[in-house]
């Protein structure tokens, strides 16, 4: 069944297919609208479900449910499994047991056929689902990988001869297997349909007709025997999907990934021109389905989208909008469509212990009429920005919201508001309005809150408006008066008064919070020389809040500052004006009304001379005594220095006279030499 190409033959298709290039068809640019999100999650399971594909009601995907792990990784070190779930019944069954790993499904009416690592290396087998017995397509010890199927043939890349890779097919009614391409180059991502087979091919780049690496789309045609390129251009064109006589692909220019399509015979089309990422193109059907990894202007990667291009009606229809989040990565991929069926593969953080995240499989039918959210507002009860999608309001407001929402088949289940991870269902009010009131709490935190608007149908299609958003705004206690005085009935917000002796201090404040959670009000006290500036206010009513201090003796002369804080359950505080106090001790008068001396500066007068003559009295005292002492001493030495006379030898100078000491050498009184020997 394999044709080999003349170089006459290659030149001339590879000049006509460069030529076209220069002036390829284009479509108009497509009009672009958004299906709400409306899906549903056909894998609710903690571990990783990935590379879908669906026939009719089955489809088909690879689980690691079974895997010790559960995580992505080599399949020769996995145990994924193969599961089919049925939207008919609703069931979902394993269809491998194999514990070694079983991926890439593909399924066409009652066959489903995988890459299996049984054997050590991937070999293609196949399962028919009417007897659920399986069968082994290849044995050889090479590679035989990517397998796709359509119309009792199965395709697949195989390195038996080639390890670059070579397009082989088996035909499960004739039980034969075709070499279709065995160009000793790189061939990639087979796909068939009908009696097409399409891949990308890297024999012009091999021959160094590229600069850089590039593929190209060829496809094998089973009635004509002949292999022909669908598109040879330097751009690197990857991962082929083809419908009867149309194939779609990913085309990347040199700066981001494109999906065009085109019709054999006629010229390519660009079915998307963004500057994000568009990848892993399928069609059916006259759609074609890809995804989309965003990009905006500042090169964030906020979320990933699931798109649907209708070819006849050159629209382009939003499927799903996933935000990458706390995931990051891409977070939705690899869809799959049959007729107004659409599955792929979205990415949530895990609640297993072993994954960060994990992929499911979600899905849509375009076919079927979701609900739809026309329009929505929010009104609060304090009238601030009613009506308004984006709402600022202050703490404390209640506010109602509204939505309007429609269900063309009449199956609508419920409509529900989402908020700081709570869930109210909303109610029919009127008509097709729904609505639910949400009175604030404490727990509500100042800031931004996001409400999300949910209406589902009773097949579990969903409309999503997520474009509403409640900020609240702290309101602290108000503190709208604080007096001071000698007496309850005298206060004043500003006073210089006299202190005297016994006399009390009356403060008050009047306090309000808007929030209602005013928590504690206390006074603070500067200056007045006591052992605690801060004071608790006692509530005599709603509002009024008073504190009396009592006058002690530790109080001093000069300026004091008083002043109320007031806080709230949240810690939110407000401040009162500072009040200035002077306090001056009276001055004692006469009989005569003629000022006296002040007592209290008598007697610390009288206080200090008497400290002052304590002071020199001890002084004197001290000196006193060390004088004496220094006398005492003097005396003891004068002693110690001359012995008594009692206690010397005398005798008489025979000269003079005089009594002098027997050994003296010199009589003391005249002078004359003596001899101490006689």
């Given at each position: 069944m394999h044709t080999g190409k003349t170089l006459l033959v290659i030149m001339f298709l590879l000049s006509t297919s460069v030529f076209a290039s220069l002036e390829f068809g284009t479509s108009t640019e497509p009009e672009i609208t958004t299906n709400s999100d409306s899906y549903i999650n056909i894998t609710e399971n903690e571990y990783h479900q990935v590379r879908s594909d669906l026939w009719e009601d089955k489809i088909v995907w690879e689980d690691y449910r079974n895997d010790p792990i559960g995580g992505l990784g080599s399949p020769y070190y996995r145990n994924p499994d193969i599961y089919m779930h049925d939207l008919t019944t609703g069931d979902t069954i394993r269809l491998t047991q194999d514990t070694s790993a079983q991926i890439k499904p593909s399924i066409w009416e009652n066959y489903v056929t995988w890459e299996d690592y049984r054997h050590g290396n991937p070999e293609i087998y196949y399962m028919d689902l009417n007897t659920m017995t399986e069968y082994r397509v290849t044995e050889n010890t090479a590679d035989q990988i990517s397998p796709r199927i359509h119309g009792g043939r199965i395709v697949w890349v195989d390195k038996r001869d080639n390890w670059f890779g070579d397009i082989y097919m088996y035909d499960i009614e004739e039980d034969e297997t075709h070499i279709i391409s065995d160009e000793r180059h790189r061939k990639d991502n087979p796909d068939i349909y009908g009696d097409i087979i399409v891949w990308s091919d890297y024999r012009n780049y091999w021959a160094g007709l590229y600069p850089t690496q590039a593929s190209d789309i060829y496809m094998y045609d089973l009635n004509s025997n002949e292999e022909i390129p669908i598109v040879e251009e330097a751009f690197h064109q990857r991962r082929p999907s083809i419908y009867e006589d149309?194939?779609?692909?990913?085309?990347?220019?040199?700066?981001?990934?494109?999906?065009?399509?085109?019709?054999?015979?006629?010229?390519?089309?660009?079915?998307?021109?963004?500057?994000?990422?568009?990848?892993?193109?399928?069609?059916?059907?006259?759609?074609?389905?890809?995804?989309?990894?965003?990009?905006?202007?500042?090169?964030?990667?906020?979320?990933?989208?699931?798109?649907?291009?209708?070819?006849?009606?050159?629209?382009?229809?939003?499927?799903?909008?996933?935000?990458?989040?706390?995931?990051?990565?891409?977070?939705?991929?690899?869809?799959?469509?049959?007729?107004?069926?659409?599955?792929?593969?979205?990415?949530?953080?895990?609640?297993?212990?072993?994954?960060?995240?994990?992929?499911?499989?979600?899905?849509?039918?375009?076919?079927?009429?979701?609900?739809?959210?026309?329009?929505?507002?929010?009104y609060s009860d304090t009238d601030e920005g009613n009506g308004a999608a984006d709402m600022i309001l202050r703490e404390g407001a209640n506010f109602t919201v509204t939505a309007e929402v429609i269900d063309k088949d009449g199956d609508l289940s419920e409509v529900i508001l989402e908020y700081n991870q709570e869930v109210i269902i909303m109610e029919n009010t009127v008509g097709d309005i729904y609505s639910t009131t949400i009175y604030y709490d404490q727990n509500m935190s100042a800031g931004t809150i996001d409400l999300v608007i949910r209406a589902t149908d009773e097949e579990g299609l969903t409309d999503i408006y997520d474009e509403l958003t409640i900020t609240y705004i702290e309101r602290p206690p108000e503190i709208n008066f604080i007096g001071v005085g000698t007496s309850p009935q005298n206060l004043s917000q500003e006073t210089n008064f006299t202190l005297e002796e016994g006399n009390t201090l009356f403060f008050e404040a009047d306090v309000t919070d808007p929030d209602e959670d005013l928590h504690r009000v206390y006074i603070n006290l500067e200056g007045f020389n006591l052992t605690d500036e801060r004071f608790g206010m006692t509530e005599t009513e709603p509002g009024r809040f008073v504190f009396e201090l009592e006058y002690s003796e530790r109080m001093t002369e000069g300026e004091k500052i008083a002043w109320v804080t007031a806080e709230d359950a949240r810690g939110n505080t407000a401040q009162s004006q500072e009040l200035v106090i002077y306090a001056e001790f009276p001055v004692i008068e006469d009989e005569n009304g003629d000022p006296m001396c002040n007592w209290r500066f008598l007697l610390l007068l009288c206080i200090l001379i008497i400290v002052i003559l304590s002071i020199i009295y001890i002084y004197r005292k001290r000196k006193d005594t060390q004088e004496d002492v220094s006398e005492e001493e003097t005396e003891e030495d004068t002693e110690e220095e001359t012995p008594p006379i009692s206690d010397i030898d005398m005798g008489v100078c025979p000269t003079c006279i005089e009594v002098i000491p027997t050994d003296s050498t010199e009589c003391p009184h005249c002078g004359e030499e003596l001899d101490t020997s006689e």
């Open positions: 149309t194939a779609a692909w990913i085309e990347y220019d040199g700066e981001t990934n494109n999906i065009y399509m085109k019709t054999i015979g006629q010229d390519k089309i660009l079915v998307t021109a963004e500057s994000s990422a568009e990848e892993d193109p399928k069609i059916y059907g006259g759609r074609i389905v890809f995804s989309e990894r965003f990009y905006d202007e500042q090169g964030n990667h906020p979320h990933d989208a699931i798109w649907v291009y209708d070819i006849t009606e050159n629209t382009k229809t939003r499927i799903a909008k996933v935000d990458v989040g706390e995931t990051e990565g891409t977070v939705a991929r690899f869809p799959a469509i049959y007729q107004d069926q659409i599955i792929w593969e979205e990415r949530h953080l895990s609640s297993d212990e072993n994954l960060t995240f994990q992929y499911d499989i979600f899905y849509t039918d375009i076919g079927k009429e979701a609900p739809q959210i026309l329009q929505t507002s929010i």
